[in-house]
C-alpha cells in the first residue's frame, strides 16, 4: 500500500525554526522526484520546494527561497522540508507529493498544518 506520511507542523513563531518530514512506503522513494505544496483552503495548491529524485537538483517557490530547504534521504524514505525564518504568510496546509517511477506515478500525503504566529 502506497503511503506519505507527513508530521512535524504546528505552531511557530515568526523567525524561529520548523522541519517538516515525509515517510514514504509502498514504492521506491528513490525513484520519484519529491515536493512539498503548501494549499489554503479555497485557493489553489502551490509548489514551494521539488528535489529530483537523485537529490542533485531542487527547486524553490521564490517566496521561499533562502529561507526552506529540501533534502531527502532515501535509504531512510524520507523527505524533509527545513523551514528557517518563516513568516505568518508561510501558515497553510503542507502536503508531501511523489511524482515519477516507471509509469509517472503521482502520489499525495495527507498534509500537515503549519501556523506561524508570535
Known amino acids: 500500500q502506497v503511503q506519505l506520511v507527513e508530521s512535524g507542523g504546528g505552531l511557530v513563531q515568526p523567525g524561529g525554526s520548523l522541519r517538516l518530514s515525509c515517510v514514504a512506503s509502498?514504492?521506491?522513494?528513490?525513484?520519484?522526484?519529491m515536493s512539498w505544496y503548501r494549499q489554503t483552503p479555497g485557493k489553489q495548491r502551490e509548489l514551494v520546494a521539488r528535489?529530483?529524485?537523485?537529490?542533485?537538483?531542487?527547486n524553490y517557490a521564490e517566496s521561499v527561497k533562502g529561507r526552506f530547504t529540501i533534502s531527502r534521504d532515501n535509504a531512510k524514505n524520507t523527505v524533509f522540508l527545513q523551514m528557517n525564518s518563516p513568516k505568518p504568510e508561510d501558515t497553510d496546509v503542507y502536503y508531501c507529493?511523489?511524482?515519477?517511477?516507471?509509469?509517472?506515478?503521482?502520489?499525495w500525503g495527507q498534509g500537515t498544518q503549519v501556523t506561524v504566529s508570535s
Open positions: 507529493n511523489a511524482l515519477g517511477g516507471v509509469s509517472g506515478s503521482e502520489y
Open positions: 509502498g514504492f521506491t522513494l528513490s525513484w520519484y522526484a
Open positions: 528535489i529530483s529524485s537523485g537529490g542533485g537538483t531542487t
